[in-house]
């Protein structure tokens, strides 16, 4: 099994910056996408950014130019470092990855989400 956990999420007001985490563990073999998605309350989960090896990073086009995702491949750890955020960007975060675990099976795991909320 792979296990995710996220952390930094919070209150921040319109405006700030707040910086989430996720570290992968468990029974890797290898990661291929790396993703965040969020979800607010009363709406359907949806992709933030994603990350693939080899490919370019895709971006919600509502988050462009202020949030920016990173991964540490030795560590197997992901980053959303997020700016200028904005009441709507209020949600659960949540990490999401996909590739092999050891016993070369593929493996699609989320974490537990974390709570972002911007005040206005």
């Known amino acids: 099994q792979v296990q995710l956990v996220e952390s930094g999420g919070g209150v921040v007001q319109a405006g700030g910056s707040l910086r989430l985490s996720c570290a992968a563990s468990g029974s890797i073999f290898k990661i291929d996408s790396m993703a965040w998605y969020r979800e607010a309350p009363g709406k359907q989960r949806e992709l933030v950014a994603q990350?693939?090896?080899?490919?370019?990073?895709n971006y919600r086009s509502s988050v462009k130019g202020r949030f920016t995702i990173s991964r540490d491949n030795a560590k197997n750890t992901m980053d959303l470092q997020m700016n200028k955020l904005k009441p709507e960007d209020t949600g659960v975060y949540y990490c999401n990855t996909e590739g092999l675990d050891r016993n070369q099976h593929l493996f699609d795991s989320w974490g537990q989400g974390t709570q972002v909320t911007v005040s206005s």
């Open positions: 990350m693939v090896p080899g490919c370019s990073i």
